[in-house]
């Protein structure tokens, strides 16, 4: 399998090398469906990247957890496809809507549709947007 792999894309590429880059995303995948599960989280489709509802939600956490600290500028493109890769399809279900679905004229009362979007606090319906 390894020698039709190397066939079609290039020599370059071992197994090794794929096992690495495999387990990479699959950290950065975990981390940012780790800030997902917080509540003040959420996926911006757009930018492809995690958004705090405030300023302080992000300050709070990468206090508590400075590793998270590059998950406020960083973006993941791909992050859907890595839903379904790692077998997280994300919400399926009547609450789930894609960001741009989300109130936003109230902020208290947008807080918590977020929070209970899959009854769980789970933000993951947000990571749908294209409708998986």
């Known amino acids: 399998m390894e020698e039709k792999f190397k066939a079609k894309f290039g020599p ?14 699959k950290k950065n995948y975990n981390c940012i469906k780790t800030l997902l ?7 911006d489709n757009e930018r492809e990247m995690v958004y705090a ?7 709070d956490y990468i206090k508590a957890y400075p590793e998270f600290n590059m ?5 993941m493109s791909g992050y859907e496809d890595l839903c ?3 077998g ?11 960001l741009e679905e989300k109130d936003v004229t ?18 993951s319906p947000i990571l749908v947007g294209g409708g998986v």
Not at 37 to 43: A, D, L, R
């Open 71 to 75: 998950w406020r500028t960083k973006s």
């Open 53 to 59: 509802d405030h300023d302080h939600v992000w300050d």
């Open 88 to 98: 997280d399809r994300g919400a399926t279900g009547k609450y789930s809507r894609a």
């Open 84 to 86: 379904i890769v790692f």
């Open 12 to 25: 370059s590429f071992t197994t090794e090398l794929l096992k690495n880059h495999y387990r990479a995303l």
């Open 37 to 43: 599960s917080e509540s003040g989280f959420g996926w």
């Open 106 to 123: 109230n902020e208290k009362s947008s807080a918590t549709n977020v929070e209970n979007l899959n009854g769980d606090g789970s933000q």
